[in-house]
């Protein structure tokens, strides 16, 4: 018998919305790792830059991806990309892992505004954006601090919308409407997106519903407990549109119900966040500064912890933030081109009920300033550097566990993270471009490693943070080579990161119950303590697509990809939780009409586990996938229609990255029927 949500749509209404459904896809797993045609990204520069026109790794994954792809979380979305994983620790909760670094070292954000949400203190608080009102994702493997601040010294995943119009939609409407049904968990998604434009103003709307039952898993007891999931959200938005700039703003409402899988008490989390944010631009002034750039946003968020048997609430997590950045692009000065920004935040987070008990409130502001220039020193070479200082103040409970009961004590942390970076752009005949780049990062410890002090019931762990911490910092070098032109395309990347204090939670091997003078006598939560060591963490990615020959109107291919990651501490052993080696490769078709793809990945066995940690063994994930699309005639409308199998060999798949791993498989066998209308 699955357990629902008590949110969760009727049966009727699920059949009736079922039978809406002609035909479903997922993303193939490998088709949207190889690079696509040369597009402008924002993410790794203040300037319009390409993808090969930035030295560091960028990765974009479009809407039709995101719409093929059906996922429940951006970590669901993006965990199958080269250099990324996921924590998937519950269907509503999976953060991106990029490169073995997660939480506090992934900055998720908006338009360029933090999520300012709790995911990054635990892995089982979801991220209150949905792939469905997606349009596109950025993700930057590797340091991005300088234009984003010290949470982004492991990367950024950059979620891009239309909830602040920047130009006129074509025809003056757009609109998208789709519907998708999968197997494994009875699920029923859909969404529904429009702009509209009259004179200079753009309106926008989307709105979007899934609900899901616990999935199917291969083996007894055939589902696994507690992973459905209901979230629903909505906005709307507009701008005024001028000559040479714009200026708008939005409002968007997110609620989520998933369940807490394999926790010692059925736990579920009932999410929510409404978000305020602005933006607005000039261009082509005629002056020493030819651009200005400005954005920012306010968000209220709050989920409950609660136990579903007996609907009590045992934890209360608040946070309330606002983020403001502006930047200034500069005219060209003998070939130089850049931009200087600004970035202020002030968080108030709070927690009551057991929540306070891990985590006292506390108070951060950080405001920083960057430097960002380009200098083409020929035509096949050009240079990219900056500087960034950062000024980091936390108010908060400090804890020492060094006395037989504890003792907490009010605190104050001031941190001045410094970081700097050289890149160097080389243009290479036959459309490829090589990227050399190195970089000093710092960044200041988060609120929870300095200051947890206590029980965590849905990680099931003891946290203690450490209020002396120092800020970490970081030496990375990385070569990147790119070609998005042509029949065959790839991106490889190999990097090189040495870390001076890298913090990591510590598993002491010590169990407690929920008070601190229970550690040593009970064994009901894993005692984990926020230590600090130097660390060295290397490795490359790869993903390629070769268009071999045209047939039937299309195009037959072969696409691949590998990525690794090595992460060892300098006395401890190895850090935890990394990724395994993963490999693959897949045989596609594509024409303007039809999309047919079979693919594998092969994700191999962790053993260079740390301390404490267990290893995982590998598996195989076999995906087909087939899309038909049809053109609406005398319109500029289509209608996607597809059918996938995910996961078809219908593996034992446990996530090394997931701290659930032991007592949580990820779905079986999976199809998915999908319609989409778009015009």
């Not at 609430?313 to 930047?327: A, D, K, L």
């Amino acid at each position: 018998m699955r357990t629902q949500s008590k949110l969760l749509a009727k049966p009727q209404a699920k059949l009736l919305a079922s039978s809406a459904i002609f035909l479903a896809i997922a993303s193939p797993a490998f088709a949207q790792d190889a690079p696509k045609k040369d597009e402008i990204v924002i993410t790794g520069s203040p300037l319009d830059r390409s993808t090969t026109e930035i030295a560091l790794p960028v990765t974009v994954v479009d809407r039709d991806q995101i719409v093929r792809e059906g996922a429940n979380s951006l970590g669901d979305l993006l965990g199958r990309q080269p250099g990324i994983a996921e924590s998937s620790f519950a269907s509503g909760a999976s953060r991106p892992i990029i490169r073995g670094l997660d939480n506090f070292r992934v900055r998720v954000q908006e338009n360029g505004i933090g999520t300012h949400d709790a995911s990054a203190l635990s892995e089982d608080h979801g991220v209150p954006i949905d792939p469905l009102s997606a349009q596109r994702v950025e993700i930057i493997r590797g340091p991005a601090v300088l234009r984003y601040g010290s949470e982004a010294i492991g990367g950024v995943v950059n979620v891009l919308n239309n909830r602040i119009p920047e130009a006129r939609p074509q025809n003056a409407v757009s609109a998208e409407m789709q519907v998708m049904h999968s197997t494994v968990d009875e699920g029923i998604e859909g969404a529904f997106l429009a702009d509209v434009a009259h004179d200079n103003l753009v309106v926008h709307f989307d709105a979007f519903r899934r609900d899901a039952e616990d999935y199917d898993i291969p083996r007894a007891p055939e589902t696994q407990a507690d992973t459905f999931l209901e979230s629903t959200g909505v906005s709307g938005g507009a701008s005024y549109l001028f000559e040479n700039g714009f200026l708008g703003g939005s409002v968007s409402f997110f609620e989520s119900d998933y369940g807490i899988p394999a926790a010692e008490e059925r736990l579920k989390i009932d999410l929510e966040q409404t978000r305020y944010q602005f933006a607005g631009g000039i261009n082509n002034i005629d002056s020493i500064i030819s651009e200005v750039k400005l954005s920012g946003g306010y968000t209220d968020y709050t989920h409950d912890e609660v136990e579903i048997e007996s609907g009590a609430i045992g934890s209360t997590f608040n946070n309330e933030e606002f983020e403001g950045r502006v930047e200034l692009l500069h005219s060209p000065i003998n070939g130089l081109e850049g931009a200087l920004g600004f970035q202020f935040r002030d968080r108030d987070l709070s927690a009551t009920g057991e929540g306070g008990e891990l985590l006292a409130p506390s108070d951060t502001k950080a405001y920083g300033f960057f430097l960002y220039e380009e200098l083409a020193i020929t035509n096949w070479l050009t240079a990219q550097v900056g500087g960034r200082v950062d000024k980091v103040k936390i108010e908060g409970t400090g804890f020492l566990p060094t006395l037989p009961d504890g003792f907490e004590f009010p605190a104050e942390r001031d941190f001045t993270p410094v970081s700097g970076s050289v890149g160097f752009v080389i243009d290479t005949p036959h459309n490829f471009s090589v990227g050399l780049t190195g970089q000093y990062v710092e960044r200041a410890p988060d609120v929870l490693e300095l200051f947890a002090k206590g029980p965590h019931e849905a990680t099931e762990t003891f946290e203690i943070g450490n209020p002396n911490l120092d800020e970490e910092s970081a030496w990375s070098a990385e070569v990147t080579v790119k070609r998005t032109e042509g029949p065959l395309t790839f991106d490889f990347a190999a990097f090189y990161t040495s870390y001076d204090g890298f913090i990591f939670k510590n598993f002491t091997g010590i169990s407690c119950g929920e008070e601190f003078d229970t550690c040593g006598t009970e064994d009901e939560l894993t005692q984990i303590q926020y230590a600090q060591e130097d660390a060295d963490f290397y490795g490359f990615e790869l993903g390629t697509k070769w268009e071999a020959m045209e047939t039937h109107g299309g195009i037959l291919g072969v696409d691949a990809q590998f990525d690794y990651v090595r992460a060892e501490l300098d006395s401890s052993g190895n850090v935890p939780r990394i990724p395994p080696l993963r490999y693959g490769a897949g045989i596609f078709f594509e024409s303007d009409r039809w999309f047919g793809r079979v693919g594998a990945l092969r994700v191999s066995k962790q053993d260079d586990v740390a301390q404490f940690e267990t290893a995982t063994k590998g598996y195989v994930r076999l995906d087909v996938d087939l899309i038909h699309t049809l053109p609406l005639a005398n319109t500029k409308a289509r209608i996607d229609l597809g059918v996938s199998a995910d996961n078809l060999l219908d593996e034992d798949v446990r996530n090394h990255t997931s701290f659930k791993k032991q007592n949580v498989l990820q779905p079986g066998r999976n199809v998915k029927l999908f319609a989409r209308f778009k015009y």
